[in-house]
């Protein structure tokens, strides 16, 4: 079946680095979402991305979905406190798929 | 407009017990998803439903089943709790493009 692999599984930075987290699915996705966990929370919806090769910004974070859409990364430019948690990437296998396949999250901590 | 509640928060039970977890939405969504979550493992799907009346399997349905018998509700059930079957687990409410996730109950099986 379709599995979604996200790396690194953890990351931790001092505030103001960069991070990136990556996610790789082993079939084509029709889109990607992501999700953002803070600790004991639950996910939140942060953003979907459908076509092939496509960017999207929203404030430190920059989003992107492969040309192939088999791939998608997450980067946050210079790590605030408030960026800690746990990111989860997750698809829809095929067209008219009902299941979305989240990937196994990258946590991300971060010394102030 | 209260989005996705579960009950209850918290529950602890014996091995063989049975327990039914609420899942609760007032946003009008056809589909309504139960997952798990486990350290290192990410969300785990066990049963979904696209609608009122109609319940299908995650990967992770055994020892689990499911009723959506209103639209607005999708109840979970433990028939006969394992120790493995301690975690967290999550409601969400949606569609394809957006889901919308419960605060979750934290379930312990001794």
């Known amino acids: 079946g379709q599995q979604v692999m996200q790396i690194p599984q953890y990351q931790h930075v001092q505030e103001g680095e960069d991070f990136t987290t990556y996610c790789n699915s082993s079939?084509?996705?029709?889109?990607i979402q992501w999700y953002k966990q803070r600790p004991g929370g639950h996910p939140v919806f942060l953003i979907q991305?459908?076509?092939?090769?496509e960017v999207k910004k929203q404030k430190r974070l920059t989003f992107q979905f492969g040309e192939a859409k088999k791939n998608s990364s997450l980067h946050i430019t210079a790590t605030q406190t408030t960026d800690v948690g746990t990111y989860f990437c997750?698809?829809?296998?095929?067209?008219?798929?009902?299941?979305?396949?989240f990937g196994q999250g990258t946590r991300l901590t971060i010394n102030p | 407009n209260a989005g996705v509640t579960q009950t209850p928060k918290f529950r602890v039970l014996k091995t063989g017990q049975s327990m039914t977890l609420l899942c609760a939405q007032d946003?009008?969504?056809?589909?309504m998803y139960w997952y798990r979550q486990d350290p290192g493992m990410g969300l785990r799907l066990i049963h979904y439903?696209?609608?009122?009346?109609?319940?299908a399997k995650g990967e992770v349905p055994d020892g689990y089943n499911v009723s959506r018998l209103k639209k607005q509700n999708f109840l979970l059930g433990l028939e006969s709790a394992a120790p493995s079957q301690t975690s967290v687990y999550f409601c969400?409410?949606?569609?394809?493009?957006?889901?919308?996730f419960g605060p979750g109950t934290r379930l312990t099986v001794t």
């Open positions: 946003m009008n969504h056809e589909y």
């Open positions: 997750a698809g829809y296998g095929i067209q008219g798929a009902q299941k979305l396949v």
């Open positions: 991305l459908v076509k092939s090769g």
């Open positions: 969400a409410s949606g569609d394809r493009d957006e889901q919308y």
């Open positions: 079939t084509t996705l029709s889109n």
């Open positions: 439903s696209v609608g009122e009346g109609t319940t």
